[in-house]
């Protein structure tokens, strides 16, 4: 495990280093500009930037071609998770070990911060696309799918279920309808944009695609046997939080062990995939997936 | 004037025809589908879409061509419409004469439906560009502007500046650098896809974008002007709104009457570079910058 913790730590130093770039524009108002800083830098396990890195290395492809890509995700991320802290939605006064963006900023500075983070992900996407010199074919179509995943039929539509599903009993179809969308497509998209800006086959991005979406159910699986037997630390938030608010989570529909062997079933299946594929270098993609699932350890 | 509203009436409805078929996705999830559409399809002048088209028409170019970059600014224009209308922003309860998002899906709808348009703006920008058989350059240039001119150095720093200086007194100056990024980069915007999108010459596009700058002032400057002397039925909100917020306005600043003059002036100064240019069709510009004076007429 020591050695994929260290690549991790060193590709979210280069991660952070370039989102801190982009942030850092004197033309932006400077309580906004710091609202922005301060949840785009605030850490995190920046799995999903990772994962465009990751995969473009697997492929062969160009980090600094795939380094804008991979921050533009992580500016989604981000973006979401300061619009899902608000009063209104989750209502969270603390993410990552720190107080959530609006107990510092504000709502209303909260808000902006995230349509700016939002804007500023798309506006990285069409340097990067410019700069990588992809097609225009591929270019647009991946700006298209970002938008696709990311709005009202992904991940914005995803959180929209969620919070529908609070305070009711949701079928384990329905939760797992919420997931794909409103964590699995942010992943999927990683893993595609990592594919794309390295000039995938359309085989390869098809069995990358599968290894994505296994990925994303196994974390979002994991995260909620984590949530019942973890720790405050490690995940930076109160234990039994989802529990709290009602939420239905894996192991409550069907079982703290039949949850964990469901993670080890997707992980292996992501890791087949990745073997599947000649011209590959796999170790990488291996270890993620193996280092997510192991996460509690 | 007669003309030119019939002219603004009927691309309102093309607009507004286009704009709910992109919203009438059935993958959206319902709830999240009826608070997009509820403030998309609210009515309005649609000022920005039509001056895409206008602008494109008076280029000779193709109106298909130019329709998803309209709606693509309406999207965005409404996003940005429904998130200052939250209670933590503007805290308003009306807009356009019915109630503003949040008092009908509740906020964290209302943040979500904003989201999402925002979100879905650069998809049908990708697909547009793509359809437009516009060159990787062009096509990627004009999503990273879009970008820039409605996120943080643009469009939502204008609304951060603009909640700031709330309840002090700002100079004319700070003001009309509020509203150059609050609502005149997105008009500046809505006339350089017009003209980018029909593929304008260099000159053209830099005329083109000096009348837009004098427009979105402009504008701004009238509807401070109708604050004062208008009634509610016309703008569809209290008169006196602003003074109420303590919001410093140009008529407070300067004077009515030499606000007044400042408009027509700037219309004046629009309406030139229109005629200096060879090979376009004038008619149209010049009468959307003189209905845009007279609207309390």
Chains 1, 2 share one sequence.
Not at 13 to 19: A, Y
Not at 141 to 167: F, H, P, S
């Amino acid at each position: 495990m020591r050695e994929i913790e260290q690549y991790l730590k060193e590709k979210a130093v280069i991660v952070e280093e370039r989102l801190r770039s982009y942030v850092n524009n004197p033309e932006i108002p400077d309580r906004l500009r710091e609202s922005m800083a301060y949840s785009l830098l605030a850490g995190g396990k920046r799995l999903r930037p990772i994962l465009v890195l990751a995969v473009a290395e697997a492929l062969g492809g160009s980090e600094e071609k795939a380094l804008p890509f991979a921050c533009a995700v992580e500016m989604i991320h981000t973006y979401s998770l300061i619009h899902d802290d608000l009063p209104s939605m989750d209502n969270d006064d603390f993410r990552r070990g720190i107080p959530t963006n609006h107990k510092v900023y504000g709502e209303a500075m909260a808000i902006l911060a995230g349509d700016a983070l939002l804007t500023k992900a798309f506006g990285v996407l069409a340097e990067g696309a410019l700069n990588a010199d992809l097609s225009r074919e591929t270019a647009l179509g991946l700006i298209r799918e970002c938008a696709v995943r990311a709005g009202a039929e992904g991940m914005v539509g995803g959180q929209v279920k969620d919070l529908q599903g609070e305070g009711r009993s949701v079928t384990l179809e329905e939760l797992q309808e919420i997931h794909r969308s409103k964590t699995g497509d942010l992943i999927t998209l990683s893993v595609r944009l990592g594919s794309l800006v390295s000039g995938a086959s359309e085989d390869k991005l098809q069995a990358l695609t599968g290894y994505a979406e296994r990925l994303g159910l196994a974390f979002q699986i994991q995260d909620d046997v984590l949530d019942v037997v973890g720790d405050r630390e490690k995940l930076g938030k109160p234990i039994g939080s989802d529990e709290q608010k009602e939420k239905s989570t894996y192991p409550a529909l069907m079982g703290l062990e039949d949850s964990k062997k469901w993670v080890r079933k997707l992980v292996d299946e992501a890791k087949s995939l990745v073997l599947s594929l000649e011209g590959v270098r796999p170790n990488r993609l291996l270890a993620i997936a193996d280092y997510l699932t192991y996460r509690e350890s």
